[in-house]
């Protein structure tokens, strides 16, 4: 019965299984954040809340620390987190190098919003995710707030979403990546933002700094050609993995 249900879904484009690490992003992720006993999630790039809703779905009960800088997708983020007491929501703030002010591009879809400039690249693969507008924002190296939300013998990891910017945001968080035990970090495979780093530059940068490729994950397609265009990379501190094998 069962191989019956499985080919008559198959036929119309679905898969019927049960899911776990092996076969489910979200089940691979709640794994790492299991094995390495995270108590505090720094979601950097929160937009509307599609990640932390995300993780609590799986039954991650840390701390969930958000930073947006758009400030309509913040305001939806603080109504879906309001009644979630361990799920802080920072003031409207880029994460970056730097101490200051800045301008983000506000795309269509939302998502695709960036400080950088969008490439043809990007705007082919998704029409929607063109810019309507940009806004002046706060921006803060992480280091700069790290202190406010972790103590000492907090296990920290770090979701970094920044749309081409995930290079700046390292740059400005040297100290907080010393302190976290693992991250997930947005790569792209092709130029899709001015002057963004790819991802073997991000890659060699992060094993530089004591972190261990873990696994990658499906991000970005472009739905003409199914070109993998921006993956999802979970990275493990070295010296922890002899501890989790």
């Not at 701390?63 to 109504?79: D, G, H, Y």
């Not at 301008?103 to 939302?110: A, F, L």
């Not at 693969?125 to 507008?133: C, F, I, N, T």
Request: charged content about 25%; some cysteine; aromatic content about 10%.
């Amino acid at each position: 019965m069962k191989k019956i249900i499985r080919k008559w879904l198959k036929k119309f484009g679905f898969e019927l299984f049960k899911a776990n690490a092996t076969n489910s992003s979200l089940h691979q992720l709640k794994e790492i954040l299991d094995l390495l006993s995270i108590g505090v999630v720094f979601d950097i790039g929160a937009n509307e809340g599609q990640f932390a809703n995300e993780i609590r779905d799986i039954g991650f009960k840390g701390k969930i620390v958000s930073f947006e800088p758009l400030s309509s997708a913040r305001q939806k983020l603080l109504k879906v987190s309001n009644k979630d007491n361990k799920w802080i929501i920072h003031n409207q703030l880029a994460i970056g190098n730097y101490d200051g002010e800045i301008e983000i591009n506000i795309s269509g879809n939302s998502v695709s919003s960036s400080i950088l400039p969008m490439l043809d690249s990007h705007k082919f693969a998704a029409v929607e995710s063109s810019y309507v507008g940009s806004e002046i924002v706060p921006i803060s190296k992480l280091d700069t707030l790290i202190n406010q939300y972790i103590e000492v013998n907090s296990n920290l990891f770090l979701k970094i979403d920044t749309q081409g910017y995930e290079w700046q945001v390292i740059e400005g968080a040297p100290e907080s990546l010393k302190r976290a035990r693992g991250l997930i970090c947005e790569l792209s495979l092709v130029p899709l933002y001015s002057g963004q780093k790819l991802w073997r530059e991000i890659l060699d940068f992060l094993e530089m700094e004591g972190f261990s490729l873990w696994a990658i994950q499906k991000g970005f397609t472009d739905p003409r050609t199914g070109q993998s265009l921006q993956i999802d990379a979970i990275f493990v501190k070295k010296d922890l993995i002899s501890h989790l094998i």
